[in-house]
Protein backbone atom coordinates (compact mmCIF):
# COMPACT_ATOMS: atom_id res chain seq x y z
CA UNK A 1 0.00 0.00 0.00
CA UNK A 2 2.91 2.41 0.14
CA UNK A 3 2.92 5.50 -2.04
CA UNK A 4 -1.03 4.86 -3.25
CA UNK A 5 -2.94 7.74 -4.34
CA UNK A 6 -4.77 8.03 -0.84
CA UNK A 7 -0.77 8.22 0.71
CA UNK A 8 0.10 10.74 -2.21
CA UNK A 9 -3.13 12.88 -1.67
CA UNK A 10 -1.76 13.29 1.89
CA UNK A 11 1.62 13.78 1.16
CA UNK A 12 0.98 16.65 -0.96
CA UNK A 13 -1.27 17.99 1.71
CA UNK A 14 -4.39 18.06 -0.93
CA UNK A 15 -7.45 19.18 0.10
CA UNK A 16 -10.86 17.61 -2.09
CA UNK A 17 -13.70 19.16 -1.84
CA UNK A 18 -17.19 17.91 -0.70
CA UNK A 19 -18.59 15.97 -3.94
CA UNK A 20 -20.27 18.61 -5.98
CA UNK A 21 -24.14 17.63 -7.21
CA UNK A 22 -25.19 16.54 -10.67
CA UNK A 23 -26.85 19.99 -12.38
CA UNK A 24 -30.00 18.14 -13.40
CA UNK A 25 -31.01 14.68 -13.91
CA UNK A 26 -27.79 12.78 -14.37
CA UNK A 27 -25.03 11.01 -12.60
CA UNK A 28 -21.80 12.21 -11.38
CA UNK A 29 -20.42 8.40 -12.36
CA UNK A 30 -21.48 5.73 -14.44
CA UNK A 31 -19.24 2.26 -13.66
CA UNK A 32 -19.26 0.05 -16.91
CA UNK A 33 -16.88 -3.08 -17.53
CA UNK A 34 -14.06 -1.85 -15.70
CA UNK A 35 -14.38 1.90 -16.67
CA UNK A 36 -15.83 4.51 -14.32
CA UNK A 37 -16.73 7.35 -16.56
CA UNK A 38 -17.12 10.65 -14.92
CA UNK A 39 -19.36 13.28 -15.86
CA UNK A 40 -17.83 17.06 -17.13
CA UNK A 41 -16.91 18.77 -13.58
CA UNK A 42 -15.47 22.39 -14.00
CA UNK A 43 -13.57 24.46 -11.21
CA UNK A 44 -14.99 25.43 -7.72
CA UNK A 45 -15.39 28.68 -6.81
CA UNK A 46 -17.83 29.72 -9.93
CA UNK A 47 -15.00 31.79 -11.74
CA UNK A 48 -16.76 32.72 -15.12
CA UNK A 49 -15.20 33.83 -18.43
CA UNK A 50 -13.39 32.90 -21.19
CA UNK A 51 -9.46 32.52 -21.79
CA UNK A 52 -7.96 34.89 -24.29
CA UNK A 53 -10.01 37.96 -22.80
CA UNK A 54 -11.28 37.33 -18.97
CA UNK A 55 -8.71 34.97 -17.94
CA UNK A 56 -5.15 34.50 -18.89
CA UNK A 57 -3.50 31.13 -19.92
CA UNK A 58 -2.01 30.76 -16.13
CA UNK A 59 -5.36 31.58 -14.90
CA UNK A 60 -6.59 28.27 -17.18
CA UNK A 61 -3.93 26.02 -15.42
CA UNK A 62 -5.38 26.79 -11.76
CA UNK A 63 -8.88 26.19 -13.05
CA UNK A 64 -7.84 23.25 -14.72
CA UNK A 65 -6.03 21.85 -11.54
CA UNK A 66 -9.02 22.70 -9.47
CA UNK A 67 -11.44 20.86 -11.34
CA UNK A 68 -9.20 18.08 -11.08
CA UNK A 69 -9.49 18.13 -7.43
CA UNK A 70 -13.43 18.54 -8.29
CA UNK A 71 -13.33 15.14 -10.02
CA UNK A 72 -11.02 13.72 -7.56
CA UNK A 73 -13.87 14.31 -5.46
CA UNK A 74 -16.38 12.31 -7.39
CA UNK A 75 -14.65 9.17 -8.36
CA UNK A 76 -13.30 8.97 -4.54
CA UNK A 77 -17.28 9.62 -3.27
CA UNK A 78 -17.81 6.80 -5.71
CA UNK A 79 -15.28 4.30 -5.59
CA UNK A 80 -15.06 4.85 -1.57
CA UNK A 81 -10.96 5.45 -1.89
CA UNK A 82 -8.90 6.29 -4.76
CA UNK A 83 -6.50 3.81 -4.46
CA UNK A 84 -9.41 1.85 -6.22
CA UNK A 85 -8.45 3.63 -9.47
CA UNK A 86 -6.08 1.60 -11.75
CA UNK A 87 -5.40 4.24 -13.92
CA UNK A 88 -6.46 7.38 -15.25
CA UNK A 89 -7.27 7.04 -19.41
CA UNK A 90 -8.75 9.27 -21.07
CA UNK A 91 -9.43 13.15 -20.44
CA UNK A 92 -10.98 15.56 -22.69
CA UNK A 93 -10.67 19.51 -21.79
CA UNK A 94 -13.24 21.53 -23.20
CA UNK A 95 -12.23 25.47 -23.01
CA UNK A 96 -14.21 28.25 -23.20
CA UNK A 97 -12.20 30.32 -25.59
CA UNK A 98 -11.74 33.11 -27.45
CA UNK A 99 -11.34 32.48 -31.05
CA UNK A 100 -8.29 33.71 -30.96
CA UNK A 101 -6.90 31.61 -27.53
CA UNK A 102 -4.19 28.84 -28.64
CA UNK A 103 -3.11 27.69 -25.56
CA UNK A 104 -6.07 25.47 -24.41
CA UNK A 105 -3.10 22.12 -23.89
CA UNK A 106 -1.87 24.52 -21.31
CA UNK A 107 -4.56 25.12 -19.45
CA UNK A 108 -5.50 21.65 -19.67
CA UNK A 109 -1.71 20.72 -18.40
CA UNK A 110 -3.02 21.63 -14.44
CA UNK A 111 -5.55 18.94 -14.66
CA UNK A 112 -2.90 16.17 -16.36
CA UNK A 113 -0.36 17.30 -14.25
CA UNK A 114 -2.52 16.60 -10.56
CA UNK A 115 -2.90 13.20 -11.77
CA UNK A 116 -0.06 12.13 -12.11
CA UNK A 117 1.06 13.84 -9.07
CA UNK A 118 -1.63 11.94 -7.09
CA UNK A 119 -1.43 8.61 -9.12
CA UNK A 120 2.20 8.75 -10.16
CA UNK A 121 2.69 6.84 -13.97
CA UNK A 122 -1.38 5.65 -13.15
CA UNK A 123 -2.10 9.09 -13.79
CA UNK A 124 -0.73 9.32 -16.88
CA UNK A 125 -3.51 9.39 -19.65
CA UNK A 126 -4.32 10.07 -22.93
CA UNK A 127 -6.10 13.33 -23.48
CA UNK A 128 -7.37 15.85 -26.12
CA UNK A 129 -8.17 19.63 -25.76
CA UNK A 130 -10.44 21.99 -27.49
CA UNK A 131 -11.88 25.37 -27.37
CA UNK A 132 -15.41 25.73 -26.72
CA UNK A 133 -17.42 28.90 -27.90
CA UNK A 134 -19.37 28.86 -24.61
CA UNK A 135 -19.69 26.85 -21.75
CA UNK A 136 -22.77 26.02 -19.08
CA UNK A 137 -22.59 29.83 -16.93
CA UNK A 138 -19.96 30.75 -18.50
CA UNK A 139 -17.43 28.51 -16.52
CA UNK A 140 -13.62 28.68 -17.77
CA UNK A 141 -13.40 24.98 -18.56
CA UNK A 142 -15.01 21.35 -18.29
CA UNK A 143 -13.02 18.27 -18.07
CA UNK A 144 -14.50 14.96 -19.02
CA UNK A 145 -12.59 12.12 -17.81
CA UNK A 146 -12.64 7.94 -18.21
CA UNK A 147 -11.19 5.90 -15.05
CA UNK A 148 -9.76 2.17 -15.17
CA UNK A 149 -10.92 0.97 -11.88
CA UNK A 150 -11.18 -2.35 -9.65
CA UNK A 151 -14.02 -4.18 -10.50
CA UNK A 152 -13.55 -6.38 -7.47
CA UNK A 153 -13.74 -3.08 -5.42
CA UNK A 154 -9.72 -3.86 -4.05
CA UNK A 155 -7.01 -1.32 -4.12
CA UNK A 156 -4.79 -1.14 -7.34
CA UNK A 157 -2.06 -1.24 -4.72
CA UNK A 158 -2.18 -4.36 -3.07
CA UNK B 1 -39.87 -7.84 -18.14
CA UNK B 2 -42.49 -5.91 -16.80
CA UNK B 3 -41.73 -2.39 -16.97
CA UNK B 4 -38.96 -2.56 -19.56
CA UNK B 5 -37.81 -0.08 -21.59
CA UNK B 6 -39.95 -1.15 -24.55
CA UNK B 7 -43.12 -1.43 -22.36
CA UNK B 8 -42.11 2.11 -21.33
CA UNK B 9 -42.14 3.44 -25.06
CA UNK B 10 -45.48 2.11 -25.85
CA UNK B 11 -46.63 3.61 -22.62
CA UNK B 12 -45.64 6.67 -23.20
CA UNK B 13 -46.64 6.58 -26.76
CA UNK B 14 -43.37 7.72 -27.71
CA UNK B 15 -42.98 6.85 -31.48
CA UNK B 16 -39.54 6.32 -32.74
CA UNK B 17 -38.63 7.91 -36.11
CA UNK B 18 -37.05 5.79 -39.03
CA UNK B 19 -33.00 5.31 -38.41
CA UNK B 20 -31.05 8.03 -40.13
CA UNK B 21 -28.67 6.92 -42.41
CA UNK B 22 -24.86 7.96 -41.64
CA UNK B 23 -23.79 10.81 -43.64
CA UNK B 24 -20.67 9.70 -45.34
CA UNK B 25 -18.76 6.25 -44.83
CA UNK B 26 -18.91 5.74 -41.02
CA UNK B 27 -21.48 3.30 -38.97
CA UNK B 28 -24.24 4.57 -36.55
CA UNK B 29 -23.33 2.03 -33.97
CA UNK B 30 -20.50 -0.12 -33.24
CA UNK B 31 -20.06 -2.47 -30.13
CA UNK B 32 -16.99 -3.42 -28.59
CA UNK B 33 -16.19 -5.25 -25.06
CA UNK B 34 -20.50 -4.79 -24.06
CA UNK B 35 -20.30 -1.43 -25.01
CA UNK B 36 -22.46 0.54 -27.78
CA UNK B 37 -20.63 3.97 -29.12
CA UNK B 38 -23.30 5.69 -31.05
CA UNK B 39 -22.43 8.16 -33.77
CA UNK B 40 -23.56 11.93 -33.02
CA UNK B 41 -27.45 12.37 -33.86
CA UNK B 42 -29.37 15.86 -34.09
CA UNK B 43 -32.83 16.31 -33.77
CA UNK B 44 -35.23 15.21 -37.30
CA UNK B 45 -36.52 17.69 -39.25
CA UNK B 46 -33.69 19.49 -40.51
CA UNK B 47 -33.87 22.71 -37.92
CA UNK B 48 -30.53 25.25 -38.69
CA UNK B 49 -29.46 27.61 -36.31
CA UNK B 50 -27.27 28.96 -33.46
CA UNK B 51 -28.44 28.58 -29.62
CA UNK B 52 -28.61 32.42 -28.15
CA UNK B 53 -29.52 33.59 -32.14
CA UNK B 54 -31.97 31.55 -34.18
CA UNK B 55 -33.45 29.85 -31.26
CA UNK B 56 -34.22 29.97 -27.52
CA UNK B 57 -33.28 27.15 -25.06
CA UNK B 58 -36.48 26.45 -24.37
CA UNK B 59 -36.41 25.28 -28.21
CA UNK B 60 -33.26 23.71 -27.55
CA UNK B 61 -34.47 21.38 -25.15
CA UNK B 62 -36.87 19.96 -27.39
CA UNK B 63 -34.63 19.29 -30.04
CA UNK B 64 -32.18 17.44 -27.62
CA UNK B 65 -36.12 15.34 -27.03
CA UNK B 66 -35.83 15.04 -30.70
CA UNK B 67 -31.88 14.20 -31.06
CA UNK B 68 -32.67 11.21 -28.11
CA UNK B 69 -35.78 9.91 -30.31
CA UNK B 70 -32.95 9.76 -33.20
CA UNK B 71 -30.75 8.26 -30.90
CA UNK B 72 -32.94 5.66 -29.85
CA UNK B 73 -34.21 4.36 -32.82
CA UNK B 74 -30.19 3.86 -34.17
CA UNK B 75 -30.02 1.90 -30.86
CA UNK B 76 -32.96 -0.46 -31.26
CA UNK B 77 -32.13 -1.09 -34.81
CA UNK B 78 -28.56 -1.93 -33.75
CA UNK B 79 -29.54 -4.17 -30.70
CA UNK B 80 -33.22 -5.33 -31.96
CA UNK B 81 -34.61 -4.35 -28.79
CA UNK B 82 -34.42 -1.76 -26.53
CA UNK B 83 -34.33 -4.04 -23.51
CA UNK B 84 -30.90 -4.95 -24.39
CA UNK B 85 -29.88 -1.53 -23.01
CA UNK B 86 -28.40 -2.57 -19.31
CA UNK B 87 -27.13 1.19 -18.71
CA UNK B 88 -27.06 4.46 -20.28
CA UNK B 89 -23.38 5.02 -19.85
CA UNK B 90 -22.21 8.24 -20.74
CA UNK B 91 -23.58 11.17 -23.21
CA UNK B 92 -22.09 14.54 -24.50
CA UNK B 93 -24.01 17.03 -26.03
CA UNK B 94 -22.81 19.70 -28.25
CA UNK B 95 -24.57 22.75 -28.53
CA UNK B 96 -24.55 25.23 -31.35
CA UNK B 97 -23.84 27.99 -29.39
CA UNK B 98 -23.12 31.87 -29.70
CA UNK B 99 -20.45 33.14 -27.55
CA UNK B 100 -22.45 34.41 -24.79
CA UNK B 101 -24.50 31.42 -24.68
CA UNK B 102 -24.49 29.85 -21.27
CA UNK B 103 -27.50 27.32 -21.48
CA UNK B 104 -26.40 24.27 -23.06
CA UNK B 105 -26.78 21.79 -19.78
CA UNK B 106 -30.31 23.12 -20.26
CA UNK B 107 -30.79 22.43 -23.41
CA UNK B 108 -29.17 18.81 -23.16
CA UNK B 109 -31.99 17.99 -20.15
CA UNK B 110 -34.23 17.18 -22.98
CA UNK B 111 -32.26 14.50 -23.57
CA UNK B 112 -31.29 13.64 -20.13
CA UNK B 113 -34.92 13.38 -19.30
CA UNK B 114 -35.80 11.41 -21.88
CA UNK B 115 -33.02 8.85 -20.85
CA UNK B 116 -34.93 8.84 -17.44
CA UNK B 117 -38.43 8.45 -18.92
CA UNK B 118 -37.38 5.58 -21.37
CA UNK B 119 -34.94 2.85 -19.47
CA UNK B 120 -36.05 4.37 -15.72
CA UNK B 121 -32.62 4.11 -13.16
CA UNK B 122 -30.78 2.43 -16.12
CA UNK B 123 -31.37 5.83 -18.09
CA UNK B 124 -29.29 7.97 -15.74
CA UNK B 125 -25.91 8.69 -16.85
CA UNK B 126 -22.80 10.70 -16.55
CA UNK B 127 -22.35 13.23 -19.27
CA UNK B 128 -20.77 16.92 -20.50
CA UNK B 129 -22.07 19.40 -22.37
CA UNK B 130 -20.44 22.35 -24.43
CA UNK B 131 -21.02 25.32 -27.06
CA UNK B 132 -19.72 24.42 -30.26
CA UNK B 133 -18.72 26.97 -32.59
CA UNK B 134 -20.59 25.51 -35.67
CA UNK B 135 -22.03 21.25 -36.98
CA UNK B 136 -22.81 20.47 -39.62
CA UNK B 137 -25.13 21.80 -41.59
CA UNK B 138 -25.83 24.27 -38.91
CA UNK B 139 -27.86 22.07 -36.50
CA UNK B 140 -28.65 23.24 -33.22
CA UNK B 141 -26.83 20.42 -31.59
CA UNK B 142 -25.31 16.94 -31.37
CA UNK B 143 -25.44 13.97 -29.31
CA UNK B 144 -22.87 11.34 -28.84
CA UNK B 145 -23.55 8.35 -26.85
CA UNK B 146 -22.26 5.36 -25.03
CA UNK B 147 -24.63 2.31 -23.84
CA UNK B 148 -23.53 -0.40 -21.92
CA UNK B 149 -25.96 -3.67 -24.02
CA UNK B 150 -25.62 -7.33 -23.38
CA UNK B 151 -23.48 -9.01 -24.54
CA UNK B 152 -25.77 -12.63 -25.41
CA UNK B 153 -28.90 -10.79 -27.09
CA UNK B 154 -30.78 -11.14 -24.40
CA UNK B 155 -32.85 -8.99 -22.12
CA UNK B 156 -31.66 -6.55 -19.22
CA UNK B 157 -34.91 -7.14 -17.57
CA UNK B 158 -34.97 -11.14 -17.40
CA UNK C 1 -3.08 -12.87 -42.79
CA UNK C 2 -4.08 -11.64 -46.27
CA UNK C 3 -5.31 -8.44 -46.59
CA UNK C 4 -4.10 -7.38 -43.13
CA UNK C 5 -3.99 -3.80 -42.33
CA UNK C 6 0.07 -3.92 -42.55
CA UNK C 7 -0.62 -5.68 -46.17
CA UNK C 8 -3.02 -2.53 -47.15
CA UNK C 9 -1.06 -0.05 -46.31
CA UNK C 10 1.85 -1.38 -48.36
CA UNK C 11 -0.01 -2.07 -51.22
CA UNK C 12 -1.68 1.44 -50.76
CA UNK C 13 1.55 2.80 -50.45
CA UNK C 14 1.43 4.92 -47.77
CA UNK C 15 3.78 5.89 -45.43
CA UNK C 16 3.50 6.71 -42.01
CA UNK C 17 4.98 9.94 -39.73
CA UNK C 18 7.35 9.29 -36.97
CA UNK C 19 5.03 9.07 -33.60
CA UNK C 20 4.81 12.55 -32.86
CA UNK C 21 5.41 13.50 -29.04
CA UNK C 22 2.95 13.81 -26.46
CA UNK C 23 2.49 17.60 -26.46
CA UNK C 24 2.63 17.76 -22.03
CA UNK C 25 3.00 15.19 -19.57
CA UNK C 26 0.46 12.87 -20.77
CA UNK C 27 0.38 9.52 -22.85
CA UNK C 28 -0.18 8.90 -26.55
CA UNK C 29 -2.34 5.90 -26.02
CA UNK C 30 -3.65 3.96 -22.90
CA UNK C 31 -5.10 0.36 -23.34
CA UNK C 32 -7.83 -0.26 -20.84
CA UNK C 33 -10.19 -3.77 -21.26
CA UNK C 34 -9.40 -4.76 -24.63
CA UNK C 35 -9.77 -0.24 -25.63
CA UNK C 36 -7.26 1.86 -27.14
CA UNK C 37 -8.11 5.13 -26.18
CA UNK C 38 -5.44 7.60 -28.61
CA UNK C 39 -4.42 11.09 -27.50
CA UNK C 40 -5.77 13.70 -29.94
CA UNK C 41 -3.84 14.75 -33.04
CA UNK C 42 -3.86 17.15 -36.00
CA UNK C 43 -2.04 17.04 -39.08
CA UNK C 44 1.76 16.99 -39.20
CA UNK C 45 3.83 20.02 -40.94
CA UNK C 46 2.26 22.47 -38.73
CA UNK C 47 -0.68 24.21 -40.43
CA UNK C 48 -2.88 26.77 -38.68
CA UNK C 49 -6.10 28.13 -39.01
CA UNK C 50 -9.48 28.14 -39.03
CA UNK C 51 -11.89 26.36 -41.58
CA UNK C 52 -14.28 28.67 -43.54
CA UNK C 53 -11.47 31.56 -43.36
CA UNK C 54 -7.95 30.53 -43.56
CA UNK C 55 -8.72 26.72 -45.19
CA UNK C 56 -11.57 25.31 -47.28
CA UNK C 57 -13.43 22.40 -46.85
CA UNK C 58 -10.91 20.49 -49.30
CA UNK C 59 -8.11 21.71 -46.98
CA UNK C 60 -9.64 20.59 -44.28
CA UNK C 61 -10.16 16.80 -46.20
CA UNK C 62 -6.92 16.65 -46.30
CA UNK C 63 -5.63 17.96 -43.30
CA UNK C 64 -7.87 14.69 -41.60
CA UNK C 65 -6.49 12.29 -43.92
CA UNK C 66 -3.00 13.29 -42.59
CA UNK C 67 -4.38 13.61 -38.84
CA UNK C 68 -5.37 9.76 -39.75
CA UNK C 69 -1.75 8.31 -40.82
CA UNK C 70 -0.60 10.37 -37.34
CA UNK C 71 -2.77 8.33 -35.34
CA UNK C 72 -1.95 5.40 -36.94
CA UNK C 73 1.48 5.98 -36.36
CA UNK C 74 0.56 6.28 -32.50
CA UNK C 75 -1.56 3.24 -32.81
CA UNK C 76 1.45 1.16 -34.28
CA UNK C 77 4.08 2.48 -32.14
CA UNK C 78 1.97 1.45 -29.40
CA UNK C 79 0.74 -2.36 -30.47
CA UNK C 80 3.12 -3.12 -32.69
CA UNK C 81 1.52 -3.82 -35.55
CA UNK C 82 -1.66 -2.41 -37.07
CA UNK C 83 -2.60 -6.15 -37.00
CA UNK C 84 -3.66 -5.99 -33.98
CA UNK C 85 -6.79 -3.29 -34.03
CA UNK C 86 -9.81 -5.56 -34.34
CA UNK C 87 -12.23 -2.59 -35.23
CA UNK C 88 -11.67 1.29 -35.56
CA UNK C 89 -14.27 1.84 -32.71
CA UNK C 90 -15.37 5.46 -32.06
CA UNK C 91 -13.62 8.79 -33.64
CA UNK C 92 -14.23 12.41 -32.75
CA UNK C 93 -13.26 14.88 -34.88
CA UNK C 94 -12.66 18.66 -33.58
CA UNK C 95 -12.69 21.22 -36.18
CA UNK C 96 -10.96 24.89 -36.04
CA UNK C 97 -13.83 26.27 -37.55
CA UNK C 98 -15.46 29.77 -37.98
CA UNK C 99 -19.20 29.94 -36.99
CA UNK C 100 -20.70 29.69 -39.96
CA UNK C 101 -18.97 27.16 -41.31
CA UNK C 102 -21.34 23.87 -41.94
CA UNK C 103 -19.31 21.08 -43.36
CA UNK C 104 -17.19 19.80 -40.62
CA UNK C 105 -18.45 16.56 -41.65
CA UNK C 106 -16.68 16.59 -44.77
CA UNK C 107 -13.67 17.47 -43.33
CA UNK C 108 -13.70 14.13 -41.19
CA UNK C 109 -14.78 12.29 -44.32
CA UNK C 110 -10.77 12.58 -44.73
CA UNK C 111 -9.97 10.64 -41.43
CA UNK C 112 -12.84 7.98 -42.03
CA UNK C 113 -12.47 6.96 -45.32
CA UNK C 114 -8.37 6.53 -44.90
CA UNK C 115 -9.62 4.28 -41.57
CA UNK C 116 -11.82 1.99 -44.55
CA UNK C 117 -9.08 1.85 -46.49
CA UNK C 118 -6.51 0.69 -44.64
CA UNK C 119 -8.53 -1.63 -42.11
CA UNK C 120 -11.62 -2.42 -44.74
CA UNK C 121 -14.90 -3.38 -42.54
CA UNK C 122 -12.67 -3.27 -39.14
CA UNK C 123 -12.07 0.58 -40.16
CA UNK C 124 -15.87 1.59 -40.50
CA UNK C 125 -16.18 3.41 -37.20
CA UNK C 126 -18.83 5.38 -35.19
CA UNK C 127 -18.25 9.12 -34.70
CA UNK C 128 -18.94 12.80 -34.05
CA UNK C 129 -17.56 15.99 -35.42
CA UNK C 130 -17.57 19.61 -33.89
CA UNK C 131 -16.59 23.10 -34.93
CA UNK C 132 -14.26 24.85 -32.21
CA UNK C 133 -13.88 27.94 -31.23
CA UNK C 134 -10.11 27.58 -30.97
CA UNK C 135 -7.49 25.12 -30.98
CA UNK C 136 -3.87 24.34 -29.81
CA UNK C 137 -1.16 26.48 -31.28
CA UNK C 138 -4.71 27.28 -34.01
CA UNK C 139 -3.91 23.34 -35.33
CA UNK C 140 -7.23 23.18 -38.26
CA UNK C 141 -8.65 19.84 -36.54
CA UNK C 142 -7.87 17.66 -33.75
CA UNK C 143 -9.11 14.33 -34.13
CA UNK C 144 -9.45 11.83 -30.89
CA UNK C 145 -9.83 8.08 -31.62
CA UNK C 146 -10.69 4.95 -30.02
CA UNK C 147 -9.64 1.49 -31.16
CA UNK C 148 -10.67 -2.05 -29.98
CA UNK C 149 -7.97 -4.14 -29.71
CA UNK C 150 -6.41 -8.18 -29.62
CA UNK C 151 -5.08 -7.90 -25.74
CA UNK C 152 -3.51 -11.20 -26.23
CA UNK C 153 -0.94 -9.00 -28.66
CA UNK C 154 -1.96 -11.36 -31.57
CA UNK C 155 -2.78 -10.50 -35.29
CA UNK C 156 -6.72 -9.91 -35.69
CA UNK C 157 -6.23 -11.30 -38.89
CA UNK C 158 -4.99 -14.86 -38.05
Known amino acids: ?9 LR ?3 RLPAQSPPAARY ?3 VQANGLLFVSGKGPSGSPRGK ?3 AFTTDDGYAFARAAGLEVLAVVKASLGSLDRVRRVVKVQGFVNAEPHFAEPHLVLDGFSELMVEVFGERGVHARSVMG ?3 LRDQLPLVVDSIFE ?3 DGRSAYR
Not at 1 to 9: F, G, Q, V, Y
Open 132 to 134: ASS
Open 12 to 14: LGL
Open 27 to 29: ANT
Open 1 to 9: MKDSAEDRL
Open 149 to 151: VDE
Open 51 to 53: LGS
